[in-house]
């Protein structure tokens, strides 16, 4: 099949394979007289709830997870289903996807793309230039628990809900007069999901379990309370699945009897029951595959079984609340917010319902505590929940879009932590994507073209017309700076600098000088996924490519000078940057797409990549370009409101940054249909794709405040609809945390904690009336200077949080509460590398990310001349810092002293070779690193 036609069969497969993701045409109707259940009103309206089961329904489950494993909770009266993941169960297994063919016929590609040639161009990149294979892995389901409980018949009073403030789901319901309890949560310090069992009489549960996959399997009953399933990933493009994983269910019963055999658990007459799932895999990382899958489910099951059910709920919501309460939000409340969820997705055209805008952004900030954490996989065009071996779009990475939009709110909404997953999968393609650069374009650094997957694939796929896009790699590491300009993190910067480094060398080495333009270009490339001519998007220089090029050099540039490194480097970087194509206004009066004044072949496509620059970037803004800020107004106008899921989202951004909070609300609302959010409030392309919800959170962060542009801007984007609100805890650029409370459509006060010392430029119309300004942690009054009648400038502090208000506003409790934040980490030392052992290996320990109270860190074992067949790393920590969680390693902490031994995981390395473990660690204050970091080997 021609990768082509291959291509269309993936979209085609959008509606065939995926067709369980997509939702028939639903609607939901009022309940008259309805009131949300008590939990609901506890969770202060942060809930999902619905007084229906979901039926076999996928998109009306509910969502748990803990970053690397999930579940989707379906709430039957008489069968509950847990639909699994865990987020290394990937078809296939390691590949290369570089196609050594590539770099010899580059040079006559780009002849033709220069010439015009683009279709002919786009058959010699299908000849020559597609990855191997030419198209990239599933992400897969591990399968079903099911638990069956006998007829739903007589059963009253059923509520399900999805707690967003402890992050669980709870069904309830009475039947033959006990009423009955399921509480579900997925827990990260504990590393299994709970489902909790109970009644309020004796000896009234009872029910059969048993695992299901659709992967090849086989169950069995290890011991007499628990089930397992065994299986193996799913053999995909050629390449045979290699994922081995174990899912283990253990039951212990209070007041009745629990038993198991042949892969059924039969649980009787019962009062309580805790049930544990445990998931281990053998994936250690993108080229090793070998991890004792088996030790690891029974360890982590193991440890959950000896803690008591209380405790692992109070620890998994401490460390829940740790993230989620960072950010609190109040948008106004009306009657709408009495209905079910699903009644106010249907219902909402025709309500007034700010409340649920204020859940959309929570359930967003919800999902991405659940789907991504320090040491799990990315969140992926799913997150973490699929049910299929075959998802729409193989539910992989996705760069041109989708994997960027769904850290859009990682830092804006003080989720920093969550954000760092990308970071690892940015510091494997590092290797991946230099095999690329180098066998395809004959250049050093790497890319990443619009595709990974949990292999780290970095070449072409899915065809030219679609895959030969260059600047994926590029994108992902412009993340890198925006997230330390967030943080300040230097530990974090200097750890990724290579990352950063290696990006902008790929360019330095494969820009062209345009023949007639003379401006350096991409080529070949596209502007993603759209035809510039009847089936050509292949073009030289396109503007998406150009706008992240200049970001990427800014940030390598900018990186090295805070690093103190790479003076040389940096010149050519900055030298490079301002020979690429600047952003034009075309004939339209809109950004031009491309480097020629060409007109889409498609006037409303999903994809608007040339306003980048408007949002996530800022060589687009309001006051520095006005000329190019109109221009992007009259480019939406044309493309019109319409688009997939994730097409609104990336609007509701775009029309916050054009400080338009009318239209960015009603992008907004045009996201809240049934055809565009499910009944679980997943968001719909269709099918669902998380990347929607995630860029809707970012959308109304972005209505709030604004940081891109050197100031915190204070509601640039407030839309009628929302006259009066409060909002805590959302980040800025600088290391700002932000408290505001607003009535009539003004705020009424600002609060905002610096994290580091500097200058605070701040925005708001607050200024141009009287206010006050107080430095809250001295009780000082700061001097101001006023750059222009709604700005005001101040030094700031850090530690301290500032509080500007209109006179005589009683301060709110939220907003003058210092806001929670992620003060600025102590600097991190260069990294820490032990003496040889006699093998001649030696460990490298770098901290590479800190966030408040915590870091995540990485110990790289190199192995000498000589191969080995094990490893054990030791040291002492000289702060009190504490182990937390691992990955790819087995660790034991005796106060200071930390072993760390592959026993879980393969830890043999060829000679001259190299392996990572990583782990997430507590850190009260310094953060030293290890002394006496040894490495012994066999
Ligand atoms: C890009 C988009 C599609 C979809 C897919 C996962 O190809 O153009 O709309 O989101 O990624």
Redesign the pocket.
């Known amino acids: 099949m021609s990768d082509v036609t291959r291509r269309n069969v993936l979209k085609a497969g959008a509606a065939g394979a995926g067709a369980a993701l997509v939702p028939a045409a639903w609607n939901a109707a009022d309940r008259a007289g309805s009131a949300a259940p008590a939990q609901v009103l506890a969770a202060n309206d942060l809930a999902l709830w619905y007084d229906e089961p979901a039926g076999t329904d996928w998109l009306r489950a509910l969502p748990i997870g803990n970053g690397r494993l999930g579940a989707m909770v379906f709430g039957n009266v008489d069968t509950e289903r847990l639909q699994l993941n865990e987020d290394t169960v990937w078809a296939g297994g390691p590949y290369d996807s570089a196609n050594t063919r590539g770099a010899a016929n580059l040079a006559e590609i780009r002849r033709r793309v220069f010439a015009d040639q683009w279709t002919s161009a786009q058959d010699l990149i299908n000849q020559t230039m597609m990855g191997s294979p030419g198209g990239q892995l599933a992400y897969q389901t591990v399968g079903d628990l099911r638990l069956s409980f006998g007829s739903a018949s007589g059963a009253t009073q059923y509520n399900r809900t999805l707690d967003l403030t402890t992050a669980t789901v709870t069904t309830t319901y009475v039947q033959g007069g006990v009423r009955h309890q399921r509480e579900v949560f997925a827990s990260a310090p504990d590393q299994v999901i709970v489902l909790r069992l109970t009644a309020d009489r004796a000896n009234a549960i009872t029910f059969s379990a048993a695992f299901d996959s659709p992967q090849r399997t086989t169950v069995s009953s290890p011991d007499g309370a628990t089930i397992a399933l065994d299986g193996i990933s799913g053999s995909m493009e050629g390449v045979n699945g290699s994922v081995r994983f174990l899912a283990l269910a253990n039951a212990a019963v209070t007041g009745g009897t629990v038993s198991s055999s042949g892969g059924t658990l039969r649980v009787s007459g019962a009062t309580s029951v805790t049930v544990l799932i445990s998931i281990g895999t053998s994936y250690v990382n993108y080229r090793t595959v070998n991890g004792d899958y088996q030790g690891l489910a029974r360890n982590r099951l193991n440890a959950a079984k000896s803690v008591a059910v209380d405790q692992l709920r109070t620890r998994h919501r401490a460390d829940y609340q740790a993230l989620f309460n960072r950010v609190t939000i109040d948008l106004g409340r009306t009657a709408a917010a009495d209905q079910p969820t699903d009644v106010r997705i249907a219902q909402h055209a025709s309500t007034n319902d700010p409340q649920f805008a204020a859940l959309l952004f929570q359930f967003g900030r919800y999902l991405l505590i659940s789907s991504s954490r320090p040491g799990t996989q990315p969140a992926n065009?799913q997150g973490i929940w699929n049910d299929s071996l075959t998802p729409s779009?193989d539910s992989k990475y996705?760069v041109?879009?989708?994997l960027p939009m769904n850290y859009w709110p990682a830092d804006t909404t003080n989720l920093s932590e969550c954000f760092l997953p990308v970071f690892d999968m940015v510091k494997d393609l590092t290797v991946t994507g230099a095999r690329v650069a180098q066998a395809q374009y004959g250049a050093g650094g790497w890319v990443t073209h619009h595709n990974t997957d949990a292999w780290r694939g970095a070449s072409v796929v899915d065809g030219a017309f679609?895959g030969m896009w260059q600047t994926g790699g590029a994108w992902l590491s412009t993340l890198i700076w925006d997230h330390y300009l967030f943080t300040g993190d230097f530990g974090f910067l200097q750890a990724n600098y290579p990352a950063l480094k290696g990006a902008a060398q790929f360019f330095l080495d494969t820009l062209v000088a345009h023949p007639t333009l003379g401006y350096l270009v991409t080529n070949p490339s596209n502007s993603?996924?759209l035809a510039h001519h009847a089936n050509a998007s292949v073009c030289a220089g396109p503007t998406m490519d150009n706008q992240i090029l200049r970001d990427l050099f800014d940030a390598a540039a900018r990186a090295s000078e805070v690093l103190g490194v790479d003076a040389t480097f940096r010149s050519q970087v900055r030298t490079a940057r301002d020979r690429l194509p600047p952003s034009r206004v075309g004939s339209r009066g809109n950004v031009q797409e491309w480097l020629a004044d060409w007109v889409e072949t498609e006037r409303t496509h999903?994809?608007v990549s040339h306003l980048y620059g408007l949002h996530p970037g800022n060589q687009i803004t309001k006051r520095g370009t006005p000329a190019l800020y109109e221009a992007a107004r009259r480019t939406l106008e044309l493309r019109g409101d319409d688009g997939?899921g994730?097409s609104l989202a990336w609007k509701i951004n775009f029309w916050a940054r054009l400080e338009d909070g009318a239209r960015a609300h009603k992008l907004l609302r045009d996201l809240v249909r049934t055809d565009r959010l499910a009944p679980n409030m997943f968001d719909l392309?269709p099918p669902f794709?998380i990347?929607g919800n995630f860029g809707a959170t970012s959308g109304i962060a972005e209505m709030l405040l604004h940081s891109h542009t050197g100031e915190l801007h204070l509601l640039p984007a407030l839309p009628s609809a929302w006259p009066a609100g409060q909002v805590a805890g959302l980040r800025g650029r600088g290391g700002y945390t932000v408290a505001l409370a607003w009535s009539n459509g003004q705020a009424d006060e600002i609060s905002v904690r610096a994290d580091r010392d500097g200058t605070l430029r701040l925005r708001s119309r607050l200024f141009t009336g009287s206010f006050t300004l107080t430095d809250l942690t001295d009780g000082s009054t700061p001097a101001t200077t006023r750059p222009e009648s709604d700005v005001v400038a101040l030094t700031v502090r850090a530690g301290h949080t500032y509080r500007a208000a209109r006179p005589g506003v009683t301060p709110s409790p939220t907003v003058t509460a210092t806001p929670t934040s992620t003060p600025s980490p102590t600097p991190t030392p260069t990294p820490t590398t032990s003496s040889p052992a006699p093998s001649g290996a030696r460990a490298t320990y770098a901290i590479t990310g800190s966030w408040s109270g915590g870091f995540q860190a990485e110990v790289t074992v190199t192995a000498g001349a000589t191969a080995i067949r094990g490893w054990t790393v030791s040291w002492t920590f000289p702060n009190g810092q504490v182990i937390n969680q691992i990955w790819s390693g087995t660790h034991t902490q005796n106060g200071a002293n930390v072993t760390v031994r592959n026993v879980d995981y393969n830890g043999s390395v060829p000679a001259g070779g190299s392996t990572t473990f990583g782990f997430i660690g507590s850190a009260g204050g310094t953060n030293n690193p290890p002394a006496n970091l040894t490495c012994t080997t066999t």
């Open positions: 065009l779009w996705t041109n879009a989708n679609w993603p996924e999903r994809h997939t994730w392309h794709q990347d």
